[in-house]
C-alpha cells in the first residue's frame, strides 16, 4: 500500500459527515479531527495538515456560520470541492430496536432535519454537541432506549447498528465543502469546468453592486452563488462571497473582474479549482 500523501483536517469527531467527505474525496489522506473550524485552518497552516475539508454550506440548513469570516484570513486556498449527500441513519446499540427507543440524540441542525420521522415514532429530541459525538455516548452509555442520528461512519467507528436509515424528511439534503491547502493548485485554463472563488466589498457609492456585477453579465459569466454578510458588527461594512463559473486568465472572467475591481475594494480571489460533478449533474437534473 503507498505512504500516505499527508493529513486532511475537519472540525468534528471521527464519524462526522465531514471525515465521510475525507472519506470519499481524499481517501488517501489520514484524517485528523480537530474541535473546531479555526483548529483545521490551523492544522493546515502550521504543516500539521496538508488540506482541509470544510463545509461551507447545505441545502437544507444554508449556509455554514463562521466560514465565510474565517476564510478569506485564513492565507488558505481552495484547491477543490466536495459534495456530500446527507443520509441520515438512526443508530442504537446492538440488540435495540426502534420500539425500545425513547430518545435521539444529535446535532441541532440534523434534527430539525428529521423531525417528521421523529414526531411519527414519539422521540423525544436531545441536542448533542454534534452528529459523531452523539453517537459515541449512546454507545458509552449502552441504554438500548437511547438513539442518536448520524451516518453510517459513526456507527461503524462505534459499534452501533442503523435501525433506519435516510430518514431525513428532505432526500435531497448535501453538504457543499470546499478543500483548503497552504498553496494554490490553479488548473489549466481550457481543462473542463472551473470555478472561482473570491471575495469582495463594493466603494461606497450608488448602485456600486449593480454596476460591479454588470461585467459579469456582459461577458457571459454564470455567477452560481452569491452571499452577503456583515463584517466587524458594522451594518454599512458588507462583504460578498461570490462562485462564478470561469477562469481568471480566460478573457471573459479576466474582463468581468477589471471591471468589479473598477467598483470594488479589498477583492481577494479565495480559490482557482475544478468544479465538481455533481455541479453538471444537478444543472442536468434541473433542466
Given at each position: 500500500m503507498p505512504p500516505s500523501p499527508g493529513r486532511?483536517?475537519?472540525?468534528?469527531?471521527?464519524?462526522?459527515?465531514?471525515?465521510?467527505?475525507?472519506?470519499?474525496?481524499?481517501?488517501?489522506?489520514?484524517?485528523?479531527?480537530?474541535?473546531?473550524?479555526e483548529d483545521a485552518f490551523a492544522a493546515v497552516a502550521d504543516g500539521t495538515a496538508q488540506l482541509a475539508m470544510i463545509p461551507?454550506?447545505?441545502?437544507?440548513?444554508?449556509?455554514?456560520?463562521?466560514?465565510?469570516?474565517?476564510?478569506p484570513h485564513s492565507?488558505?486556498?481552495?484547491?477543490?470541492?466536495?459534495?456530500?449527500?446527507v443520509r441520515h441513519h438512526l443508530l442504537a446499540v446492538p440488540g435495540a430496536t426502534l420500539s425500545d427507543l425513547r430518545q435521539v440524540r444529535s446535532h441541532i441542525h440534523a434534527l430539525p432535519q428529521c423531525r417528521g420521522f421523529l414526531r411519527r415514532h414519539g422521540l423525544e429530541a436531545v441536542v448533542a454537541a454534534d452528529t459523531a459525538g452523539a453517537a459515541r455516548e449512546v454507545a458509552t452509555?449502552?441504554?438500548?432506549?437511547?438513539?442518536?442520528?448520524?451516518?453510517?461512519?459513526?456507527?461503524?467507528?462505534?459499534?452501533?447498528?442503523?435501525?433506519a436509515q435516510?430518514?431525513?424528511?428532505?432526500?435531497?439534503?448535501?453538504?457543499?465543502?470546499?478543500?483548503?491547502a497552504r498553496e494554490p493548485e490553479v488548473p489549466a485554463p481550457?481543462?473542463?469546468?472551473?470555478?472561482t472563488s473570491f471575495v469582495f466589498r463594493v466603494r461606497s457609492v450608488p448602485a456600486a453592486l449593480y454596476k460591479a456585477l454588470g461585467g459579469f453579465a456582459t461577458n457571459g459569466v454564470n455567477m452560481t452563488k452569491l452571499e452577503s454578510y456583515?463584517?466587524?458588527?458594522?451594518?454599512?461594512?458588507?462583504?460578498?462571497?461570490?462562485?462564478?463559473?470561469?477562469?481568471?486568465?480566460?478573457?471573459?472572467?479576466?474582463l468581468a473582474l477589471e471591471e468589479l475591481?473598477?467598483?470594488?475594494?479589498d477583492l481577494r480571489i479565495l480559490g482557482v479549482y475544478p468544479a465538481h460533478p455533481y455541479r453538471a449533474a444537478n444543472l442536468s437534473e434541473a433542466d
Open positions: 486532511i483536517a475537519f472540525q468534528g469527531q471521527l464519524g462526522a459527515y465531514s471525515h465521510l467527505a475525507c472519506r470519499h474525496a481524499r481517501l488517501d489522506y489520514e484524517p485528523l479531527p480537530c474541535a473546531a473550524f461551507i454550506d447545505n441545502s437544507v440548513a444554508g449556509r455554514v456560520a463562521d466560514i465565510h469570516h474565517l476564510m492565507g488558505l486556498h481552495i484547491v477543490g470541492e466536495h459534495f456530500e449527500p452509555a449502552g441504554d438500548p432506549a437511547v438513539g442518536a442520528i448520524a451516518s453510517s461512519l459513526a456507527g461503524e467507528i462505534y459499534g452501533l447498528v442503523s435501525l435516510d430518514i431525513a424528511d428532505a432526500s435531497d439534503n448535501t453538504t457543499r465543502f470546499v478543500v483548503l481550457g481543462s473542463g469546468t472551473i470555478v456583515m463584517i466587524q458588527g458594522r451594518f454599512e461594512a458588507t462583504q460578498f462571497y461570490a462562485d462564478v463559473e470561469g477562469h481568471p486568465d480566460e478573457r471573459p472572467l479576466r475591481r473598477f467598483f470594488s475594494r
